[in-house]
């Protein structure tokens, strides 16, 4: 069962344009949301991240928003730039339940920004 | 900022063998370290929680005799996959924290897994 989805598993913009990447997620307990930064074979980098208490935040060229009625969120990033050009992971974590380290990642979305 | 170090971050090796990943903090000490894996394409899924001085808690459907995990000090995570065959090839990530807030998980480079 996959709790954190991604449903696109790429996106093709063109830079100086928005970016706007999806998440779903199923389960009620999660209260912490991440984005993650991926090139392949290698760990990923922290973005950005939300806690449940709020439905927006806002760092630079990337925001997040959390829609917890629909148990969605989404990452925008404006301008987008020729190196955002990676696989973006969103992942979600329970620290209510003391979960807190453990982190459910969705499938991942490949960005591809064209100069 | 904080570092997690995981070497090595290639490994090719013949199936039966065994494999030991090792995952330090740098400059902080984890008293929990996570142990992860990607297949190709995939997500990363999640496969062990790595406490200091006592025993991994594993995830459901990960074999804890297959995949040894060691968390003797508080900078020093290793995991031993034993008996490697051709489908444990994968891409392991560790990751580490020293205050268990999102932010602060740093993730090791990984290390990538061929078994021939």
């Known amino acids: 069962d996959q709790q954190v989805k991604q449903n696109s598993p790429s996106l093709s913009v063109q830079e100086g344009r928005i970016s706007i990447l999806n998440c779903d997620y199923t389960n009620s307990m999660f209260d912490y949301f991440l984005w993650y930064k991926k090139y392949p074979a290698e760990g990923p980098t922290f973005l950005i991240s939300?806690?449940?208490?709020?439905d927006k935040n806002e760092d630079g060229r990337f925001t997040v928003f959390l829609n917890k009625s629909a148990k969605h969120l989404s990452l925008h990033i404006v301008p987008s730039q020729p190196g955002d050009s990676a696989v973006y992971f969103c992942a979600a974590s329970a620290w209510i339940y003391n979960q807190g380290g453990k982190l459910i990642f969705g499938q991942g979305t490949e960005l591809s920004v064209k100069p | 900022g904080a570092v997690v170090s995981q070497h090595p971050s290639r490994v090719i090796c013949k199936s039966g063998t065994s494999v030991k990943i090792e995952c330090r903090s740098l400059d902080f000490q984890a008293t929990t370290m996570f142990w992860y894996r990607q297949f190709p394409k995939q997500s990363l899924m999640l496969m062990a929680t790595s406490n200091e001085g006592s025993k991994a808690t594993y995830e459901q459907g990960v074999e804890k005799d297959k995949f040894l995990i060691n968390h003797a000090s508080l900078t020093l995570s290793t995991l031993t996959v034993t008996s490697a065959h051709p489908e444990d090839s994968s891409f392991y990530i560790c990751s580490a924290s020293r205050v268990l807030l999102g932010e602060k998980l740093f993730f090791g480079s990984g290390t990538q897994l061929s078994v021939l």
């Open positions: 939300i806690s449940s208490i709020k």
